[in-house]
Nanobody, 120 residues
Framework: QVQLVESGGGLVQAGGSVRLSCAAS????????MGWYRQAPGNQRELVAK???????NYADSLKGRVTISRDNAKKMVYLQMNSLKPEDTAVYYC??????????????WGQGTQVTVSS
């Protein structure tokens, strides 16, 4: 079984920064795309950023310039650096990964989420 565990959330003042981390563990042959999503109360889960295994990334238009996604393939981790935080960034942030436990088939996994609360 594969687990994704996020960390790094918390209470941050508006204008501040936070760095989220997500560690993958379990039976892993390789990891494909990894990403961060978020869900605010009453809203649908939305993409924040994604990154391929070779480091190509893309971002939600509304967050470009304020967030940076990165990964460490050797450590099986993905990170999200968020700067200039706004109260509307308050949400539960989820890690997502396409994990191969064999050379052919990937399954999508989600972390349990980490809360980021931005105070005004």
């Amino acid at each position: 079984q594969v687990q994704l565990v996020e960390s790094g959330g918390g209470l941050v003042q508006a204008g501040g920064s936070v760095r989220l981390s997500c560690a993958a563990s379990g039976i892993i042959f390789s990891i494909g795309d990894m990403g961060w999503y978020r869900q605010a109360p009453g809203n649908q889960r939305e993409l924040v950023a994604k990154i391929t295994s070779t480091g190509n990334s893309n971002y939600a238009d509304s967050l470009k310039g304020r967030v940076t996604i990165s990964r460490d393939n050797a450590k099986k981790m993905v990170y999200l650096q968020m700067n200039s935080l706004k109260p509307e960034d308050t949400a539960v942030y989820y890690c997502n990964a396409a994990v191969y436990d064999n050379p052919i088939t990937a399954r999508m996994y989600w972390g349990q989420g980490t809360q980021v609360t931005v105070s005004s």
